[in-house]
């Protein structure tokens, strides 16, 4: 009995030193004060408050001692320019989509999605458990003085709208698409006129007729937008993107520089809000969905032949832009390798059950 009390008074005193020393370690920390550029509007709450609350977590771990302040795209930098930012030091962090600045060079692509690519489960165990993280920060992000960590994600996303049905590949030639990342180069030999233009400014284009379709995310954020309003057909699903992830881009010399305890902190606040983000789109995609199509929105599926020809248009381009880039070779590779054992174990379980349930909750 008496040791027993002995023990559960050294316990009880390790854990009091425990609580007592974590706010010291804080307090000797410096005082930080960062900017956060994003790359999208604040009407889109969702993902720019994927930065935000990376911001808020930030400030509540470190007592209020290490500051990220999230500026939503066009108050510092307009949202393309995002990665470019923190390159060149203009701001310290970047909140944006990897895939925007393919431009500069492909490989850009695997942080955010590539076309017929990973889904979100599949994109997190690549990224955290496959090795993809450590093959990306190495291979790629080092060389652009940028360190990468994953803030959030859309989940697989829809098609787009359209002005017209597509009922084959040949409705595709001459299409006016806003579509962001690698797909339009695709989609290119298919025929189609590529646009990237950021998210704020679509709804004008498609109501202007300078673009004929757009695909943005999802029915929550579509919606939002107003995409309804003036295009009829919505279109699933969204192949180009079926998991595509969001960065926080910090400067390689300001993440090197930081203690290690914020460098612990941040890395556990942008988990956190990855994790939220997905949760927020699944709660509420649906009622979105729902709410599209009473308002008279027509939900239509690519049709085989057009998933067909797509595909093998990626696939093309793949091995085109491997032959060129052997870092973008080795990293699809990697990834397509991943993606192909984890494809095989998710549809055998869980790609049964939810086909099951599809049939008896329809």
Not at 95 to 105: C, F, L, P, V
Not at 123 to 141: I, S, T, V
Not at 245 to 266: C, N, R, V
Not at 290 to 307: D, E, H, N, Q, Y
């Amino acid at each position: 009995m008496q040791r027993r009390d002995v023990l559960k008074k050294a316990t009880l005193g390790a854990a009091a030193t425990t609580t007592l020393a974590a706010p010291a370690i804080v307090r000797a920390q410096p005082t930080i004060n960062w900017r956060l550029a994003s790359s999208f509007p604040k009407s889109l709450d969702t993902l720019f408050g994927g930065g935000q609350r990376f911001s808020d977590s930030l400030d509540a771990m470190s007592g209020g001692k290490f500051k990220v302040r999230a500026f939503a795209a066009g108050e510092i930098v307009p949202g393309l320019q995002v990665a470019d930012a923190v390159m060149n030091n203009t701001v310290e962090v970047g909140h944006t989509a990897s895939y925007y600045y393919i431009g500069k060079d492909p490989t850009w692509a695997f942080g955010t999605a590539i076309p017929f690519g990973l889904n979100f489960r599949q994109f997190n165990a690549w990224w955290l458990e496959g090795g993809g993280r450590d093959l990306m920060q190495k291979e790629f992000y080092d060389k652009q003085g940028i360190h990468a960590i994953i803030v959030g994600n859309t989940g697989v996303q829809m098609g787009g709208w359209f002005n017209k049905e597509i009922k084959s590949p040949e409705d595709l030639k001459g299409l006016k698409f806003r579509i962001g990342g690698f797909a339009g180069q695709a989609l290119a030999k298919l025929g189609v006129t590529a646009q990237q233009i950021a998210g704020g400014e679509i709804y004008q284009a498609l109501e202007r007729g300078t673009i004929d379709a757009a695909e943005w995310v999802g029915p929550y954020d579509d919606e939002k937008l107003g995409f309804q309003k003036v295009s009829k057909f919505y279109y699933y699903p969204g192949w180009w993107e079926p998991g595509p992830a969001t960065h926080i881009f910090i400067g390689k010399k300001a993440w090197d520089s930081l203690p290690k305890e914020y460098q612990a902190m941040a890395t556990i606040a942008a988990q956190e809000a990855n994790a939220h983000m997905m949760s927020r789109y699944d709660a509420n995609n649906a009622a979105a969905l729902k709410r599209l199509i009473a308002g008279g929105t027509k939900v239509l599926p690519f049709p085989k032949s057009v998933m067909d020809a797509c595909y093998k248009a990626c696939m093309e381009l793949y091995a085109e832009t491997s032959a060129k880039n052997p870092t973008f070779k080795k990293i699809l590779e990697h990834m397509t390798a991943f993606q192909t054992a984890s494809t095989n174990w998710t549809r055998l379980n869980e790609g049964a059950y939810d086909s099951y349930m599809g049939t008896v909750r329809r």
